[in-house]
């Protein structure tokens, strides 16, 4: 039986010095079997309720080190025919640092008003996602911009007045 239950784990490699981030199922062989065999050994592993949350943080946790970080990936197809792009180099960063990165990604995914609510099919939320009357404080800052915005988007169009030109 296929466990449902992800997992976002980094590994490490002592001969190549690589950092690698990955993604599988809860009681998969993958970690134990492929990974070893090849000289990895486990850093550390964080459980998620989906293997599309954990597919989700890899990804970030790769958008963070390519982008943000600009680290390139350090191994070769040669070298490691399956994930060889979720290398990174030990020296350029610690596979400490990559956790971190793992446990951002996680907590901000966790908190994001989206988890679990609808499928991403679009960037716009479905109606009943929309800010309705009541959900925040009714003197918050970012309440009454978000109603001041909605009343100038909402208002009917004005009167245009001609320039005067003289």
Partial sequence: MTSHIGVTYVLVHAEFESVKVGVTTYGSRRLRDLWRRQGWTSYKQLRLASKPLAETVEQGV?????????LPAHLTH???PEGWTETVSACLIEAD???NLV???????????TVGAFKPVSH???KQ???????????HPIA???????R???RSPAKRIRPNVD
Avoid: I, N
């Avoid at 996602?129 to 003197?139: A, I, S």
């Fill in 97 to 99: 640092a990559v956790w």
């Fill in 103 to 113: 446990c951002l990604e996680a907590g901000a995914l966790q908190l994001s008003p």
């Fill in 144 to 150: 009454r911009l978000l109603a001041s915005e909605e």
């Fill in 124 to 126: 716009r939320p479905p």
């Fill in 62 to 70: 790769l958008f963070q080190l390519r982008h943000r970080l600009a």
């Fill in 78 to 80: 040669d070298l490691m």
């Fill in 152 to 154: 100038r988007v909402t």
């Fill in 129 to 139: 996602y929309l800010r309705t009357k009541g959900d925040t404080p009714k003197y």
